[in-house]
């Protein structure tokens, strides 16, 4: 993506009482609807309620009226709300993000109103300060809230914090409230954040370290728009980096955003900044309350939150002053959202950063494809950590040639692996075996028959989770208990599951390691991400010799006697038809072995694989990144697709089979507007995963030159066909992954 250039047409800011104005709505509507502006007239962009027949919608005044009804025949505004208006940079990252995904405007103003109760006035609150008065008669309780409140000067707390603090009853200060002595008011709930800090303790920076934070700082000083990659070892000290950055931002007087990939590293996260600066920053994803939820997007619009850390959709907050975006881990696939509206966060951050003249930086260990080419054109800049923390090296990589092996068929640890295992555990450290595959084995086959069992509603195997004591399909969510005959030919007792999962390869090694203590780390084992944390504290602080763990480990969790990763399975990733995956297994194996010794202890990183010639497993041998992402480069470059061309993904699905595959040889027939730009179709055919939920699935691929206006030739081509009732379409521009 590249910048524009701002304001491109002129509105008049504010409209009279009774000026036509033009309200996006939230509603599923195609355009804009006309009110006349209220009593008190309103600003360009404030949030409003509007009557839509008989129901009071939410709204934002997006600019003059069309002008199309008589004025007469207008209704008005019922009330602006009590909300900093949507600034025109924000309207303008909507109408573009909106152009970009091809997503009505309506549902980007719902992604960009996530607040409970917006239209509500701010819920007051009571709080308690010292009082002038004195109490006629100090008793000791009484005596005890005093000091608590000297104590803590000018500071305001709630009944309960108070009486707590105090050791007292809360009768003890409503007594002190009849006397004067303590005064209770009335307080906005939504409280400002508390002020960060960029002078507070910094920590101090290697030489490497020192340079990138400081050309990041002059980045965030120029007030322009840039991106850069971060790009860091594991360990390299890539947080402290951009926290520098933050630092700067907040110098300046202006908002700075980091967004993470998972909640369970928000809590780590939080306490590293609270450290640097001296205060929390907001946090804003599905994790916190809606009453933070509220104050963390009204802050955010009021410019009383100078540092917020969140998930992707944080990107669409009414930011007042946006001056930083961090994406960390940006190459991570839970950055693009996969329902509903279908957009990459790190090209949104990248586009809403390039109107509001804000930095970007894209931190990571192992960049996607996209960023990386980007980086080398020369559009984005990039900055290399390439030392560990505290002198570790990255581990070395070795590949177990598992054709050399021989293993009995319920067995997934080899000799050589066994043994380097033994060996930690003698010396004290920890190992963690790698598997990429929640449950307990992945197919369930009968022995009779050789049926396997699959979900009713999706062309998907079922997977077994002996923890649950259930059958799981990955897909929908669908569980049945494990049947004790085989549903299709009747044998009893002839199930048997086939291939690992994390479960089963936990019973392995507890017989191959019968005194160890063994973990298992698998998002479905925790009931909650507190839970999780617990767990990754335990593990941290020593309490297991042996870790077994998802792709959940790969992210960032700080292991410090870790030294020796075993991946169970290094070809798993290979399979499959996905364009990216070369891209992704050398992504999580280097990530996943980038866990191990991190401390002054080296590492080592031991890869099972039945192919160790397959190129992306000697690039990751070898450790020859840059020579990866050349080849890799060039593969795609030939067969032009992305960063090289452009791609959109059409899935058709409906319960009807016949319905998608008639709608979708029609498309694949009248495909001209497509044509007209140079573009091919491919498809209809059967999507990789042809049912989910018991609707059928039909996918169209589209291939452009890059530079060629894929969106409007879509919009153009799509508008052409009228859907059937049930029949959903969605169209995922740069599709991450292809089910
Ligand atoms: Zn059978
Ligand atoms: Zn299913």
Known sequence: MTPVPRNPEKHPSFFDEGDVVGVLTTQPLDRRLDYLAPEGGCFAGAFVEVPLGPRKVLGVVWGPGEGTFAREKLRSVIRVLDAAPMREEMREFLLRAADYTLTPMPAMLRLATRSPELGDPPSMRTIYRLGEAEPDRMTEARSKVIAVLEEFGDAAFTLGELAEMAGVSTGVVKGLVKQGAVREEASPRDLPYPPLDPGSAAVELTGEQAAAAEALRAGVASGAYETTLLKGVTGSGKTEVYLEAVAECLRQG???????????????????????????????????????????????????????????????????????????????????????????????????????????????????LETWANAEAGKYRRLDLTARFGEAVMPQMRAIDMRAETLPATRWISETLRRAVEARIAAGEQALLFLNRRGYAPVTICRACGHQIGCDHCDARMVEHRFLKRLVCHQCGETKPIPATCPSCGAEGRLAPVGPGVERLGEEVSAVFPEARVKVLSSDLFGSARALKAEIEAIAAGEADIVIGTQLVAKGHNFPLLTLVGVIDADLGLQGSDLRAAERTFQLMRQVAGRAGRREKPGLALLQTYQPEHPVIRAILSGEEEAFWRAEAEERRQAGVPPYGRMAGIILSSPNVQEVFDLGGEMARRSDPLRRIGAEVYGPAAAPIARIRGRHRVRLLVRAAKGSPLQSALAEWVGQFRLPANLRLSVDIDPQSFY
């Open 254 to 368: 202006r908002q700075a955003l980091v967004l993470l990939p998972e909640i369970a590293l928000t809590s780590e996260f939080l306490s590293r900044v609270e450290a640097r600066f001296g205060a929390r920053p907001a946090e804003w994803h599905s994790g916190i309350t809606m009453t933070e939820r509220r104050r963390c997007w009204k802050m955010a619009g009021a410019g009383r939150a100078q540092f917020v850390v969140g998930a992707r959709s944080a990107l669409f907050l009414p930011f007042r002053e946006l001056g930083l975006i961090v994406v960390d881990e940006e190459h991570d696939t839970s950055y693009k959202q996969e329902d509903g509206v279908l957009y990459n966060a790190r090209d949104m951050a990248v586009l809403r950063a390039s109107i509001c003249g804000a930095q970007v930086v894209l931190a990571s260990a192992t960049p996607s």
